[in-house]
């Protein structure tokens, strides 16, 4: 029987989803890599060796498809990483409905095609990982539209972890702080903006994708197969602790 492992990862080629797909390669394990941009994902196959999909993973319909290609591929799938996000900082009386519908589209419609995905098609010892944020658990300003979405992921996962475990499916979540990615480079390259967010982390730093990422492959591996319906804070412990004013 064929041993090695095989892994679908949505939003592939963004900063914490490549990492993943990097460290998953290089471990040997065979990768389908799903985003919409065609290009990066060329570089990115030409990178690591990842098998690659253009898609959109908040249509259900292409997240299965997805599936059934590494099924096809490979005849074995044994995880699904959504590594899908955006991050909207606005109140929520400046939010508009359409922005607001893309925040849950993006976050939430992702999470729960990956879990609807992962209940069909993986086996037992399948395991799913997703993404929420600490700004479901610290209540940050600015947030309340990211906050409520990822606040639909972790549930998502509490649920589908009671509701697959007796198939051997795992279920669990990360919650980053302000990780360095392209999507957060409007916070990170504003100096002002920059202070103000590493402040609040206690570590003193930004993380960075590899951060999340090492949490990532940690719960796909089959040697955590006591760990699910958890949502682990990756976040330099802006989640549970708090910095000292200074002055």
């Not at 939010?95 to 893309?102: D, F, H, M, V």
Request: proline share 3%; hydrophobic share 45%.
């Amino acid at each position: 029987m064929d041993e090695q492992r095989t892994y679908l990862v949505l939003g592939g080629t963004g900063g914490i989803g490549a990492e993943v797909v990097r460290r998953l390669t290089a471990a040997g394990s065979r990768v389908l890599a799903v985003a919409r941009g065609e290009e990066r994902l060329d570089a990115l196959a030409a990178e690591t060796g990842a098998r690659t999909v253009a898609a959109n993973a908040s249509d259900f319909d292409s997240v299965e498809q997805a599936a059934g290609e590494a099924l096809e591929n490979w005849g074995r799938l044994d995880g699904i990483v959504n590594c899908v996000g955006s991050v909207l900082l606005r109140p929520a009386h400046m939010t508009s409905e359409t922005a607001w519908r893309e925040t849950v589209a993006q976050n939430l419609d992702t999470a729960f095609a990956s879990v609807r995905t992962g209940g069909k098609h993986l086996s037992d010892g399948g395991s799913v990982v997703l993404v929420s944020t600490a700004a479901v658990r610290s209540g940050l300003p600015n947030h309340e539209a990211i906050a409520a979405a990822k606040g639909g992921v972790e549930g998502l996962v509490r649920s589908a972890a009671a509701t697959y475990g007796p198939q051997g499916i795992r279920f669990n979540a990360v919650a980053p702080g302000l990780v360095r990615t392209p999507l957060t480079e409007r916070i990170t390259n504003n100096e002002k903006a920059a202070e103000a967010s590493r402040s609040l982390h206690v570590m003193g730093r930004f993380g960075e994708p590899a951060d999340v990422a090492s949490a990532i492959v940690w719960l796909l591996d089959p040697a955590q197969s006591w760990v699910t319906g958890q949502v682990i804070g990756i976040d330099g412990g802006l989640g549970s602790a708090r910095t000292m004013p200074r002055g």
